[in-house]
């Protein structure tokens, strides 16, 4: 019982180390405790510190103590302390107030930088109470001044490289190069695209700083030179999705750190003040905040909400990408029931053209044909009268229901969007379903309105020579205003092209933009299936997994995390997290240690829409997700660094008993090498996975299910089923 305590503590003291250089693993941060007593007097120091302000948090019961932000900067203040005073009584003392005031200004400081624009804090609490401490310590006549060891005059391994590994040992006030390449060795272990941007982001610092000072001391550049580091690796890999102009910016930003280090310089060293991480601070919050004031972009994506790894968020913006289409691109639902054709899609011939081209006009077709008999009248065509639903959730903000609906073949050109119900989504944008049936209107302005209500019947008012649809997005309220970008959601989508995989086959996508001739049908949900796949808080699931010839009983469980997130958790305690709703079950966001029967599951289930009949649909799994072989992964991590997906195709039929669940999964690499895989899974109707089965050229992976149940909770009882 002693030991679980002392390892939660001591995982937290890690965590802290890490949490300088974004490294979340415990142990690397152990490697990083490891470097900073190449100098005793700074680790000492930096030790002290960190226990005192975990010791603090723990005891005024701050939140957020998992993520190692108070003792981050507390240990900062112990380590800048420990560089140029000699640890006796007297600065043990002034650390431990130091790191008690660090935990304060943390906590006070988090909010304010979160209230001005969602920013990180990073170690702005350490700079300030850094300073405030070094200023009275000038006054304190009982601290003796430490002379940190100078490095060794042979150098490591050559002058520059030794020069990179000094300034990012002094990221923890340890500026030698062998505490350095320990540091560097854990970031590399990290992340191999922070180690590149720690390189890249030295080389464009150093430079222009010594371009700007002409020949710049070294012990200058030893002390001050991690802000470039920082700066390249908070802009490029940690607060932004790796991309090119993301790249660019974190070498941008090394660049203006180099001006920022040039002049905080000139300022601090006037008061004796070392210039520690001022210019990081400085040029990344600076720019951050900057970039919130912009349009939200697929080339250059913020995420201050979840900073993560760049391999992490690369992996989370693919395959939202790849899910759901364009970056900016707004999902809406089809307007309507059944199975409808576009009469004309997005850059259309007749009236889909500049600032109004993102538009989509619907109507129905049969044999040909959108009418039955001659055609003469309103009611002899196919989609007149039949019901309109709203395409997205939001308020009605305009609608007109008093023109008459056209004769067949004629328009009315001064009112050319016709009756219409005009909605303001929650983020500014609206969305306008045109050409309505007169009197039909059933809902007013002020209204609102959920994703699928039914609010008219479709017509031909306005400039419409037969009756259909018009749906698009725009910006503003006002009639006529520039469209904008918008896809179909949760739709099954019939291509017209001949040239299509399936053209006869409707295929689920949950991003879908037709094009003139292509079908769309709302899917309906199948009640016995959501409720075979109900994944609820607590739900466990007791599984016999036969993997390469070995047998063992393997458990999954459903979770609910501190941010409310749904993972489906296994017993080895890897997971990944699900969103459930009535039209689709999805999984993304693998964490954890390796587990080839949760990859299996993940695989074989991934993006699964809960709608009857046969279905088609294509989905870009992460490769880890993949059998491979560990030379394949080697391979693998190689040639794309940041991830990629897999093509996974599925189909499922119903067999009169279970649910039969194909997936022809396959992943290229160079030179002609492919990986690939089958899945095959039994859903039995309100039991849920009855079995998965995986083969590859690994080998294959058989797992039945023993028996499902439920945690009991306040007001839900316990449960098992023998499967």
């Known amino acids: 019982m002693f030991l679980t305590p002392l390892k939660e503590t001591l995982a937290g003291l890690?965590?802290?180390?890490?949490?300088?250089?974004?490294?979340?693993?415990?142990?690397?941060?152990?490697?990083?405790?490891?470097?900073?007593?190449?100098?005793?007097?700074?680790?000492?120091?930096?030790?002290?510190?960190?226990?005192?302000?975990?010791?603090?948090?723990?005891?005024?019961?701050?939140?957020?103590?998992?993520?190692?932000?108070?003792?981050?900067?507390?240990?900062?203040?112990?380590?800048?302390?420990?560089?140029?005073?000699?640890?006796?009584?007297?600065?043990?003392?002034?650390?431990?107030l130091g790191a008690v005031l660090a935990v304060f200004a943390t906590v006070a400081m988090a909010d304010i930088a979160w209230r001005l624009g969602r920013l990180p804090i990073l170690s702005l609490p350490f700079v300030i109470v850094a300073l405030t401490v070094t200023l009275a310590a000038h006054s304190y006549g009982t601290l003796s001044r430490y002379l940190l060891p100078l490095a060794p005059n042979d150098g490591l391994i050559s002058p520059f490289i030794d020069q990179f590994l000094t300034a990012l040992g002094s990221a923890f006030f340890t500026p030698h190069p062998v505490?350095?390449?320990?540091?560097?060795?854990?970031?590399?272990?990290?992340?191999?695209?922070?180690?590149v941007l720690a390189i890249a982001g030295f080389l464009c610092g150093f430079s222009v700083y010594a371009f700007l000072s002409g020949s710049p001391h070294p012990d200058l550049v030893a002390w001050n030179g991690f802000n470039f580091i920082l700066v390249?690796?908070?802009?490029?890999?940690?607060?932004?999705?790796?991309?090119?102009?993301?790249?660019?910016?974190?070498?941008?930003?090394?660049?203006?750190?180099?001006?920022?280090?040039?002049?905080?310089?000139?300022f601090m060293l006037v008061y004796g003040l070392p210039v520690m991480a001022l210019p990081f601070l400085i040029t990344t919050l600076t720019i951050l905040l900057a970039l919130t004031h912009r349009p939200a972009s697929d080339s250059l994506q913020l995420i201050l909400d979840a900073p993560a790894l760049p391999e992490k968020s690369a992996e989370r913006a693919r395959l939202a990408m790849a899910r759901h289409g364009e970056f900016n691109s707004v999902p809406v639902l089809a307007p309507f029931y059944g199975r409808w054709q576009v009469y004309q899609g997005f850059d259309g011939a007749h009236t889909h053209q500049a600032p109004w081209q993102h538009a989509l006009d619907f109507y129905i077709v049969e044999n040909g044909q959108s009418y039955h008999t001659?055609?003469?009248?309103?009611?002899?065509?196919?989609?007149?009268?039949?019901?309109?639903?709203?395409?997205?959730?939001?308020?009605?903000?305009?609608?007109?229901?008093?023109?008459?609906?056209?004769?067949?073949?004629?328009?009315?050109?001064?009112?050319?969007?016709?009756?219409?119900?005009?909605?303001?989504?929650?983020?500014?944008?609206?969305?306008?379903?045109?050409?309505?049936?007169?009197?039909?209107?059933?809902?007013?302005?002020?209204?609102?309105?959920?994703?699928?209500?039914?609010?008219?019947?479709?017509?031909?008012?306005?400039?419409?020579?037969?009756?259909?649809?018009?749906?698009?997005?725009?910006?503003?309220?006002?009639?006529g205003l520039a469209t904008h970008p918008f896809h179909l959601t949760t739709v099954l989508h019939q291509s017209n092209d001949p040239h299509a995989t399936s053209p006869k086959q409707a295929r689920f996508k949950l991003f879908s933009r037709p094009?003139?001739?292509?079908?769309?049908?709302?899917?309906?949900?199948?009640?016995?299936?959501?409720?075979?796949?109900?994944?609820?808080?607590?739900?466990?699931?007791?599984?016999?997994?036969?993997?390469?010839?070995?047998?063992?009983?393997?458990?999954?469980?459903?979770?609910?995390?501190?941010?409310?997130?749904?993972?489906?958790?296994?017993?080895?305690g890897a997971s990944a997290a699900f969103t459930a709703q009535d039209h689709l079950l999805a999984f993304y966001d693998r964490t954890g240690p390796a587990d080839a029967f949760l990859d299996a599951w993940l695989l074989a289930l991934g993006l699964m829409?809960?709608?009857?009949?046969?279905?088609?649909?294509?989905?870009?799994?992460?490769?880890?997700?993949?059998?491979?072989?560990?030379?394949?992964?080697?391979?693998?991590?190689?040639?794309?660094?940041?991830?990629?997906?897999?093509?996974?195709?599925?189909?499922?039929q119903w067999d009169g008993e279970f649910w039969q669940q194909s997936g022809q999964h396959r992943l290229n690499f160079a030179f002609g090498m492919q990986i690939h895989a089958e899945s095959i899974v039994t859903i039995e109707p309100r039991i849920g996975c009855r079995s998965i089965s995986i083969k590859s050229d690994t080998g294959t992976l058989q797992a039945t299910l023993l028996e499902v149940g439920q945690k009991a909770d306040a007001g839900i009882p316990a449960w098992k089923i023998k499967a």
Request: with cysteine; proline share 5%; charged share 15%.
């Open 232 to 266: 390249a690796i908070a802009l490029g890999g940690v607060f932004t999705v790796p991309s090119l102009q993301s790249f660019a910016l974190a070498m941008v930003g090394a660049v203006i750190a180099a001006l920022v280090t040039s002049a905080s310089e000139t």
């Open 609 to 652: 829409p809960l709608t009857d009949g046969e279905l088609s649909w294509h989905d870009q799994p992460s490769m880890q997700l993949l059998p491979m072989t560990a030379k394949q992964r080697w391979v693998g991590k190689c040639l794309f660094p940041l991830g990629t997906g897999i093509d996974s195709r599925y189909l499922r």
């Open 515 to 572: 094009v003139e001739g292509d079908r769309i049908t709302m899917p309906k949900m199948d009640p016995i299936l959501v409720e075979s796949l109900r994944l609820n808080v607590g739900r466990e699931f007791s599984y016999q997994v036969i993997h390469n010839n070995k047998s063992a009983n393997r458990s999954l469980s459903v979770t609910l995390n501190l941010t409310g997130q749904l993972r489906l958790t296994s017993d080895s």
């Open 14 to 96: 890690f965590r802290a180390y890490g949490a300088i250089l974004f490294a979340p693993r415990p142990w690397i941060g152990a490697l990083f405790v490891l470097a900073t007593f190449w100098f005793p007097n700074a680790g000492f120091s930096g030790l002290l510190a960190a226990m005192t302000g975990m010791m603090t948090a723990k005891l005024l019961k701050f939140r957020n103590l998992e993520s190692g932000l108070h003792v981050y900067n507390s240990l900062l203040v112990g380590l800048s302390l420990g560089a140029y005073y000699m640890l006796d009584l007297h600065l043990a003392v002034l650390i431990a």
């Open 374 to 479: 001659d055609g003469a009248s309103l009611n002899d065509y196919f989609c007149f009268g039949l019901p309109v639903l709203s395409p997205v959730a939001g308020y009605v903000v305009k609608t007109l229901d008093s023109l008459p609906d056209n004769a067949p073949g004629q328009v009315d050109l001064e009112n050319n969007w016709g009756n219409h119900v005009l909605i303001r989504m929650s983020n500014g944008l609206c969305a306008l379903v045109a050409h309505l049936k007169q009197g039909s209107i059933g809902v007013k302005a002020g209204a609102y309105l959920y994703a699928g209500q039914p609010m008219a019947e479709c017509g031909s008012s306005g400039r419409s020579p037969q009756p259909h649809l018009h749906l698009h997005v725009q910006w503003g309220e006002t009639l």
């Open 179 to 195: 505490a350095g390449l320990l540091l560097f060795l854990g970031l590399l272990i990290t992340s191999r695209y922070l180690a």
